[in-house]
């Protein structure tokens, strides 16, 4: 254990954070679980720059038509008005449109079977080692003129503080099903920044879900120390094809921009968790998030 260990029941609390001060912890755990001869989908060179870096790009992961059915899948869910209504609907504060449908691997079946496609999952289980279920799954809508971006932030970080996940081993996809252009409000992720876990200020607000899906606050990083973290690592941003995805490691700080521009873009994004790595109690939370945020059902995908 580091100096900074502490035990939260009976689970050490490796990444503590949520305290009165910013707090950088060297990451304690592997990148890539699985070893270097597990087979899969990824060959052996992408998978030691996933490694390096904490991302892999895919130029094309599904095909043109593929993009099209879980499109229109989207627009289906987004247009839906009991979609709309149902909690695990995100509404921009703005434009009032959806921003985020959660748990669609559950609303739909569509998307449920992309999650199972070998393609997708068996990526997963390479980099994870073990088999893996769904921590959480959404898609996002980025209409054009003013949708809102993403603040700076580590996944895990929340994860971790709030839904309880014990170490970094779990891995997100971003799948494109728009062009993603450098002006609509893509992905940004500092390469490298996987390897440093960076404990955020101040206490979690109970509820904090109901406004961090909206706009980040709790567990966002300092300026001084997003500054420190860019000039070390710089910042790589995504663009490409519908059909293109992004694989990044739980710790990766990342973010995205408004998207002022008349194109939009959406993605389906999928968070596969080891089965190794179950959820506990929150580290530094009064409460767990709702299931359709972070799942308590760890029944591996099959």
């Not at 120390?225 to 700080?253: H, P, Q, R, V």
Request: glycine fraction near 8%.
């Amino acid at each position: 254990m580091t100096a900074n260990t502490v035990m939260t029941g009976n689970v050490a609390d490796l990444y503590p954070s949520r305290g009165a001060t910013e707090v950088s912890t060297p990451r304690q755990d592997p990148v890539v679980w699985g070893a270097p001869d597990t087979p899969g989908p990824i060959p052996a060179g992408d998978l030691q720059s996933f490694e390096r870096d904490g991302f892999l790009a895919i130029d094309q992961l599904i095909s043109a038509d593929e993009v099209a059915v879980y499109h229109r899948e989207l627009e289906r869910l987004v247009t839906d008005p009991a979609i709309r209504a149902d909690e695990r609907s995100i509404i921009e504060p703005k434009s009032k449109e959806i921003r985020s449908v959660f748990e669609v691997h559950r609303i739909s079946e569509v998307f449920a079977a992309l999650v199972r496609d070998e393609r997708v999952v068996g990526r997963a289980r390479q980099i994870l080692g073990s088999d893996v279920y769904v921590h959480q799954s959404r898609i996002n809508v980025k209409p054009g003129f003013g949708a809102s971006g993403f603040y700076w932030h580590s996944d895990f970080e929340t994860w971790h503080a709030e839904d309880g996940l014990p170490n970094m081993r779990t891995v997100s996809v971003s799948i494109a099903l728009t062009e993603n252009h450098d002006t609509n409000g893509g992905l940004m992720i500092m390469p490298g920044s996987h390897r440093t876990f960076l404990g955020c200020a101040g206490a979690t607000p109970k509820d904090n879900y109901k406004q961090s899906l909206q706009m980040q606050d709790a567990g966002t990083p300092s300026d001084e120390a997003l500054t420190k973290m860019a000039s070390e690592y710089g910042i790589k941003l995504f663009t490409g094809k519908a059909g293109s995805a992004t694989w990044f490691d739980c710790n990766c700080m990342h973010g995205s921009g408004d998207n002022i521009t008349p194109f939009p873009r959406s993605n389906v994004f999928i968070v596969f968790n080891s089965v190794e790595n179950a959820a506990v109690e929150p580290f530094a939370a009064p409460v767990l998030r709702p299931e359709f945020i972070g799942a308590r059902d760890f029944t591996p995908v099959k």
